[in-house]
Structures are given as C-alpha cells and as structure tokens.
C-alpha cells in the first residue's frame, strides 16, 4: 500500500515524528561498546544492573546482553513527568527493587537525563541502602539542562535538548518500540494524556 505521494505506507513516518537523532546502527554499536566497557571495569565485581522503567527498558535489554558477566537485573520506576514534554520536577517512586544493595556494586541504567534532578535524587536514595559502589549508565543526556551535576560514569550519547521518542521512549505511552530515536514534534502527550520518557 501507498500514501498519495506513492511512497510505501512502512515508510511514512507517523504524524508528529520528526528527524532521526541516533539511528538504528548507531545505537547497536554504541550499546555494543558501552557493554564492552563496562564489562572491563566490573571483570571482578559484576554488578547488579538497576533499570528505570519504563523508558529503560529496552536499553537495559540490550545492554545486559552486551556485558559479558554474570550480572543480575533489577527494576524501579519513578515517576517525574507531568502532561507535558518537559519534567515536572515532582519525584516519586512508584515500584522500588526487589534486591537488597547492601554491599552490591550497583549500576543504574537510565534511558535519558535531562535536568538531572531526578537522577540526583535516585542517587540519594539508592546510596542510602549501603552499595558497595554506585553509578550511571545514561543512554542519552540532554545538552545543557542539567542543573546539578549527573556524574555519570558511562554516557551513549549526548544529544539536543529536544523532546525525543523511541528505542524505550514515549509520549503518551506511544513510540517506545521504534527502532530509532527521533525528535517528537506533535503536541505534548501525543494527543491524549500525559507524555514522558523516563527519570530525568
């Protein structure tokens, strides 16, 4: 089937979908890279790999199996998104982990940071359960919002501060199974309810 253009229905990109801004290729070979790195640094002490749902989830996927150790998976979801396309500030967690991190070297997997408040106060409270060692993965970090230092140890890529969906990301709950990730450019929530993209 074709639009009125002629051009394939697979190949028109949904309303409200905008450029590319990591492709497809280029994030397998960054996960690839990162898991490489991280499976380096933690040769002697794999980690319990901490996902932050729901934005992470794809990330945390594909990235335990790029880490060649016998690292265990576990999953919080906090909530700091509002109606809108830009973090709300407010924080809560909604699920906490099931694991104890007493003594545990901890890696949190974020989707993507923005502000960085969000991520600040997951640190808080994370540090405050006694891990041997705490520290971040972020698949994507926003260019100049950050308004505390993130302190990331491992970073995918750094990108503009656009509101972005795919590969994890929605607005509206939509979008995260795109393959890529791409610039949102419809209205904030996607049309109905609120949008977001993970802990910021």
């Known amino acids: 089937m074709t639009n009125p253009e002629g051009r394939p229905l697979h190949l028109v990109p949904p309303p409200g979908l905008g450029r590319v801004v990591v492709g497809e290729a280029e994030l397998a070979a960054r996960v690839a890279a990162l898991g490489a790195q ?10 319990l790999l901490v996902g932050v749902l729901k934005g ?28 809108a396309t830009k973090t709300s500030g407010v924080v809560r ?3 906490d982990l099931d694991a104890d991190l007493t003594g545990r070297h901890v ?11 969000t991520l600040s106060y997951l640190r808080r409270n994370l540090q ?7 520290e971040v993965c972020a698949l994507l970090v926003k260019e100049g919002l950050q308004k505390v230092d993130p302190q990331l140890r491992y970073v995918g890529f750094r ?4 509101f972005v969906v795919g590969y994890g990301l929605d607005v509206a709950e939509r979008h995260r199974n795109l393959p890529c990730i791409r610039v949102w450019e419809g209205a904030p929530g996607g049309g109905g309810g609120g949008g977001g993209g993970g802990a910021a």
Do not use: H, Q, W
Not at 107 to 117: A, F, T
């Open 93 to 95: 967690i909604v699920k």
């Open 128 to 134: 405050a359960r006694s891990p041997a060692s705490l």
């Open 159 to 162: 990108i503009p501060a656009d």
């Open 56 to 83: 992470a989830f794809m990330f945390m996927a594909d990235l335990s199996k790029a880490i060649e150790l016998e690292v265990e998976c576990d999953f919080m979801a906090v909530a700091s998104y509002g109606s």
């Open 107 to 117: 890696l949190i997997v974020e989707d993507i940071v923005d502000s960085g408040l």
């Open 38 to 47: 991280i499976t380096n640094d933690y040769r002697d002490r794999p980690p």
